[in-house]
């Protein structure tokens, strides 16, 4: 299957810097990614969705200013954390489109702790 | 708008009983339709995945799935659990139109006693 890798895998950070947090697929292209946020012992939240070329579309609930997304390329997406505080601390995790009978492929995740 | 719903936050079973996950889901057609599990601190696997077709699904470690459009439901079953299958396991709904969004279920948490 497609291959979606995400980098770095764990990162800490300080209360009030960003965080930027990369999405590559490695195998096919893609117009479109996804970005999905997780809670300790909750489910999958989908954030936004990465438009190559043009703006993302967050869900609703989403802070835009706070969640950047850049999709500079049909290879990569960045998720930015921008001024990061406690409260974003979580697991973030990207995925492929999927499309007309083909699964999405994810990224192995990163695991986001703000002190 | 597409929704799922995991009526069973956890469920506890015996090493070597049979299992099944249920999965209800709301949306305007048959969407697409998945079961992934995950591992603490790790990522998403890819159990088996509905398009079209069967019914039934057979995906990876022994797991299948039966999709149901009367009942709006893909329960996840297994016939004979292995400890290590302990995990989270989440259903997802995939919508048929160009976004092809997933929308996730809360996640059922399996424990399997030794």
């Known amino acids: 299957g497609a291959v979606v890798s995400q980098h770095p895998s764990w990162v800490i950070c300080k209360s009030g810097t960003s965080v930027k947090i990369e999405c590559r697929s490695l195998?096919?292209?893609?117009?479109?990614m996804f970005w999905y946020r997780q809670f300790p012992k909750q489910s999958l939240m989908l954030m936004a969705t990465s438009n190559e070329g043009s703006k993302a579309t967050y869900e609703q609930g989403v802070e835009k200013d706070k969640f950047l997304i850049n999709h500079a390329s049909l290879t990569l997406s960045t998720l930015t954390v921008t001024s990061a505080h406690p409260e974003d601390s979580s697991f973030y995790i990207c995925s492929g489109p999927g499309g007309r009978n083909t699964e999405a492929f994810f990224g192995q995740g990163t695991r986001l702790t703000v002190v | 708008a597409q929704s799922v719903t995991q009526p069973d936050i956890h469920i506890t079973v015996s090493e070597g009983a049979s299992l099944e996950l249920r999965c209800n889901y709301s949306?305007?057609?048959?969407?697409?339709l998945f079961w992934y599990v995950q591992s603490p601190g790790q990522g998403l696997q890819l159990l088996l995945k509905y398009f079209s077709g069967d019914t039934l699904v057979q995906g990876i470690k022994g797991f299948e799935a039966e999709f149901k459009r009367s009942q709006s439901s893909f329960n996840l079953r297994k016939p004979s659990v292995h400890w290590s299958d302990a995990a989270e396991y989440f259903c997802?709904?995939?919508?048929?139109?160009?976004?092809?969004?997933?929308?996730f279920g809360s996640g059922t948490r399996l424990l399997v006693r030794p």
């Open positions: 195998d096919f292209q893609a117009t479109t």
């Open positions: 997802a709904v995939g919508a048929r139109d160009s976004s092809y969004k997933l929308i």
């Open positions: 949306y305007g057609a048959t969407p697409y």
